[in-house]
C-alpha cells in the first residue's frame, strides 16, 4: 500500500528541483539522490493522507491508497513514507561529502517544509467554511506547495556545496515556481482532462475548495 503511489508515476518535480540545483552549483547529482527520494516519499506521504482528507477516489489515473485498503492502512502507509523520508535523508549523509552542520541545514528545510505542508493543509481545510481573499489562499499555497518547492532547492544546494547566497537565489526561484505550478495546478482541476491529469476534475468545486479561481468567480 506505501508503494501503490510511488509506483503509479507523478512528474517527480520536486526531486527534478533538487538533483539540478546541485548540479547548478556545481555539485554531483549523485550524491544528492537519496535527498531526492527522501522528498519524493514525503510528498507522497502528503498526498495519501491528503487524499483521504478530502475524499478523493483517483490519484494519477488508479484508485487512491484509502479506497484501494482503507482509510487505517492508508494513514499507516502515508506514516511509513513519512518515517521513510528520514531513513533515506540519513542514508545520503552516510553516501555524500556533507559536513556536519551542513546535513543539519538539510534536516532543518525538510522540516520546516513538513510543518508548513500540516499548516497549509490545515488552512485548505479551514477554507471551505469561511470567507477567503488572495492574500489567504497565496498563504495557504505557499504551505502546501511552494515551501517544499523551496525546500527542495535549497537542499540540492547544500548537497552540492552551494555558497549561502546561491542556495537562497535557488530557492527564492523555486518558490516562486512552487506558486506558479500550484496556481496552473487549480485551474487545470476545472478544465482539464481526467484522463490526463489522473484525477477527478471539477473536484474542488465539489469539495468546496477556496482556489483562486473560485474567490474571483
Not at 518515517?83 to 520546516?112: N, Q
Request: proline content about 3%; hydrophobic content about 40%; glycine content about 10%.
Amino acid at each position: 500500500a506505501a508503494r501503490h503511489l510511488l509506483e503509479s508515476g507523478g512528474k517527480r518535480i520536486r526531486p527534478y528541483i533538487l538533483l539540478k540545483s546541485c548540479e547548478i552549483v556545481g555539485g554531483d547529482p549523485n550524491n544528492a539522490i537519496s535527498f531526492a527520494a527522501a522528498v519524493e516519499l514525503l510528498h507522497n506521504f502528503s498526498l495519501i493522507h491528503d487524499d483521504i482528507m478530502d475524499n478523493d477516489p483517483l490519484r494519477r489515473g488508479v484508485p487512491t491508497v484509502h479506497v484501494k485498503w482503507g482509510i487505517p492502512i492508508a494513514i499507516t502507509s502515508g506514516d511509513l513514507l513519512f518515517a521513510k523520508t528520514y531513513e533515506s535523508i540519513l542514508k545520503g549523509k552516510k553516501i555524500s561529502p556533507l559536513t556536519h552542520d551542513r546535513f543539519i541545514e538539510c534536516i532543518e528545510r525538510i522540516t520546516t517544509a513538513t510543518i508548513s505542508i500540516c499548516e497549509g493543509q490545515a488552512m485548505d481545510l479551514s477554507f471551505q467554511s469561511s470567507d477567503v481573499g488572495e492574500d489567504d489562499y497565496l498563504k495557504m499555497i505557499d504551505g502546501k506547495t511552494a515551501s517544499l518547492f523551496k525546500a527542495c532547492a535549497e537542499i540540492g544546494g547544500i548537497v552540492g556545496g552551494g555558497e549561502s547566497t546561491e542556495v537562497r537565489i535557488l530557492g527564492e526561484f523555486a518558490w516562486n515556481s512552487g506558486v506558479a505550478f500550484q496556481l496552473i495546478d487549480d485551474y487545470l482541476g476545472l478544465i482539464g482532462d481526467e484522463k490526463t491529469l489522473g484525477k477527478p476534475v471539477g473536484s474542488d468545486i465539489r469539495e468546496g475548495k477556496k482556489t483562486l479561481i473560485i474567490i474571483h468567480a
